[in-house]
C-alpha cells in the first residue's frame, strides 16, 4: 500500500468517525441540541474541539454538531451574550449590566454571563433537538404483507 493510499485510507477513517455513521433522526436531533448548546458559550475558537469531545464518545454527527454552533456567529453573537448577561443577572436577582463594550467584558460579569449561557443554552439546545426530530424524516417502514 502507497503513501497515498494509506493517507486517503487514513482520511476516508477519520471522516466517517466525525460522521458516526447513518444520520438518524435522533442522532439528527441530538447532535443539533449539542451544538447549539455549545455554540451558546462565548468560547469562540473551541467550538470545534467541544463538539468532538462531546460527540465522539456519544456517536453524533461531529460536524452536524459544529455547524449549529454557529448560532453564534458575528451577527448573533452579540445579541447572544446581551441575552445571557440579562437572563443571568435576572435569575440572580441583580441589576442587568449596561451593554457597552466594557461591561462584556467576561471579568466584569462573569457570573451573570455563566449563569444566562447555561440556561439560555440548556433552552436553545432542546428547542433545536426538538424542532430536528419534529423535521427530520424517519425510517419509513415497509406496509405490513396483506
Not at 91 to 105: D, E, N
Not at 135 to 141: D, E, K, L, M, Q
Amino acid at each position: 500500500m502507497s503513501v497515498a493510499q494509506r493517507a486517503r485510507a487514513a482520511l476516508r477513517a477519520a471522516w466517517q468517525r466525525l460522521r458516526g455513521g447513518q444520520l438518524t433522526r435522533g442522532r439528527a436531533a441530538a447532535s443539533v441540541g449539542v451544538g447549539l448548546f455549545i455554540g451558546c458559550f462565548p468560547l469562540y475558537g473551541l467550538h470545534l474541539p467541544l463538539c468532538a469531545l462531546v460527540g465522539l464518545p456519544l456517536g453524533l454527527d461531529v460536524l452536524v454538531a459544529y455547524v449549529a454552533t454557529n448560532v453564534s456567529n458575528p451577527l448573533l453573537a452579540p445579541l447572544l451574550l446581551a441575552a445571557e448577561l440579562k437572563l443571568g443577572a435576572w435569575l440572580l436577582g441583580r441589576p442587568a449590566p449596561s451593554l457597552s463594550l466594557h461591561a462584556l467584558r467576561l471579568g466584569d460579569a462573569p457570573l451573570e454571563l455563566l449563569l444566562g449561557a447555561l440556561v439560555l443554552a440548556t433552552g436553545l439546545g432542546l428547542l433545536g433537538a426538538l424542532v430536528t426530530a419534529l423535521c427530520v424524516p424517519g425510517r419509513r417502514r415497509a406496509p405490513a404483507p396483506p
